[in-house]
């Protein structure tokens, strides 16, 4: 009880409430069936109670028709099954890549190699943004691979490749090559030793990366807005910001498409849970 009235408790309850307020807004106007942000109409005289209780985001009446509409009306369903096969196949490239990758940067000594992970960790160090002018250049007008899914797949996959290698590698260190060893004198390979003992003892290291660059490809904005013209390829989250512009504003069709693209994610969450701790824990340390 001594707990419940101290500050810290006092100032995690208030730290909660600022996170929560902004999603009490997006369900409530999901669920409203109207697209204004007025979700309360306060008559002119209104009291300070009625005005305190107005910033509360609770509609007048809960309704699906938002829902509905961005899934019947809308090509919404078309944008969800673009962003599931880019963000699908930018997880799949990364892990590919970086797996092998952080295997090479764990286990062997060869030249360049300190100088190649320390590049690695100083890529991380500025925004993506800033990389934009030269994928542009390289995957756009150099290969030819502007409005394709395989272009953005690729620029994906090369943004999550820093991040993954370095937490792979991490993880890959603190594995004792005791095991490596064995295996080599019962005359297996390179290949089978990485394909069927590092990668199933590296699979919470492994669902962690994976979810990181499936994320990565699901929530970004800005390159695929760039990236695609065709607007048969938008992924979801170019296709919503046409819920919100300069000419029209429904609001309600734009927050009941956030929280459709926010399930994969938490349904993410919750298979690979189990992997989270152990995968980001261990990965954090050294041998």
Request: hydrophobic share 55%.
């Given at each position: 009880?001594?707990?419940?009235?101290?500050?810290?408790?006092?100032?995690?309850?208030?730290?909660?409430?600022?996170?929560?307020?902004?999603?009490?807004?997006?369900?409530?106007?999901?669920?409203?069936?109207?697209?204004?942000?007025?979700?309360?109409?306060?008559?002119?005289?209104?009291?300070?109670?009625?005005?305190?209780?107005?910033?509360?985001?609770?509609?007048?009446?809960?309704?699906?028709?938002?829902?509905?509409?961005?899934l019947?009306?809308?090509?919404?369903?078309?944008?969800?099954?673009?962003?599931?096969?880019?963000?699908?196949?930018?997880?799949?490239?990364?892990?590919c890549?970086?797996?092998?990758?952080?295997?090479?940067?764990?286990?062997?000594?060869?030249?360049?190699?300190?100088?190649?992970?320390?590049?690695?960790?100083?890529?991380q160090?500025?925004?993506?943004?800033?990389?934009?002018?030269?994928?542009?250049?390289?995957?756009?007008?150099?290969?030819?691979?502007?409005?394709?899914?395989?272009?953005?797949?690729?620029?994906?996959?090369?943004?999550?490749?820093?991040?993954?290698?370095?937490?792979l590698?991490?993880?890959?260190?603190?594995?004792?090559?005791?095991?490596?060893?064995?295996?080599l004198?019962?005359?297996?390979?390179?290949?089978?030793?990485?394909?069927?003992?590092?990668?199933?003892?590296?699979?919470?290291?492994?669902?962690?990366?994976?979810?990181?660059?499936?994320?990565t490809?699901?929530?970004?904005?800005?390159?695929?807005?760039?990236?695609?013209?065709?607007?048969?390829?938008?992924?979801?989250?170019?296709?919503?910001?046409?819920?919100?512009?300069?000419?029209?504003?429904?609001?309600?069709?734009?927050?009941?498409?956030?929280?459709?693209?926010?399930?994969?994610?938490?349904?993410?969450?919750?298979?690979?849970?189990?992997?989270?701790?152990?995968?980001?824990?261990?990965?954090?340390?050294?041998?």
């Open positions: 009880m001594r707990d419940i009235f101290s500050w810290r408790f006092a100032l995690l309850v208030f730290a909660s409430l600022v996170v929560i307020y902004p999603l009490l807004w997006v369900v409530s106007l999901a669920f409203s069936g109207q697209q204004a942000l007025t979700l309360v109409q306060l008559p002119e005289d209104a009291s300070l109670g009625q005005q305190l209780l107005a910033l509360v985001p609770l509609p007048e009446q809960w309704t699906l028709d938002n829902f509905r509409a961005v019947t009306e809308q090509p919404f369903l078309r944008w969800l099954g673009n962003s599931l096969v880019v963000a699908l196949a930018t997880t799949a490239v990364g892990l890549l970086s797996c092998s990758a952080a295997y090479a940067f764990s286990r062997f000594r060869f030249a360049g190699r300190e100088r190649g992970m320390m590049l690695f960790l100083i890529s160090m500025f925004p993506a943004v800033l990389m934009l002018i030269p994928l542009y250049v390289i995957v756009v007008q150099w290969l030819g691979l502007g409005n394709s899914w395989l272009g953005l797949i690729l620029v994906y996959s090369i943004t999550a490749l820093p991040f993954c290698v370095w937490m590698k991490g993880y890959f260190d603190t594995l004792p090559y005791e095991i490596e060893e064995s295996a004198l019962e005359g297996a390979s390179r290949w089978t030793i990485f394909t069927r003992i590092i990668l199933p003892l590296a699979r919470p290291a492994i669902a962690v990366t994976g979810l990181f660059a499936f994320m490809a699901w929530n970004e904005f800005i390159l695929a807005s760039i990236f695609m013209d065709d607007e048969s390829l938008y992924t979801v989250p170019v296709g919503l910001r046409f819920f919100v512009s300069d000419y029209a504003s429904e609001w309600g069709y734009f927050a009941s498409g956030s929280i459709l693209v926010s399930l994969p994610v938490m349904l993410l969450f919750l298979t690979l849970q189990r992997f989270l701790i152990s995968g980001l824990s261990a990965g954090a340390v050294k041998g």
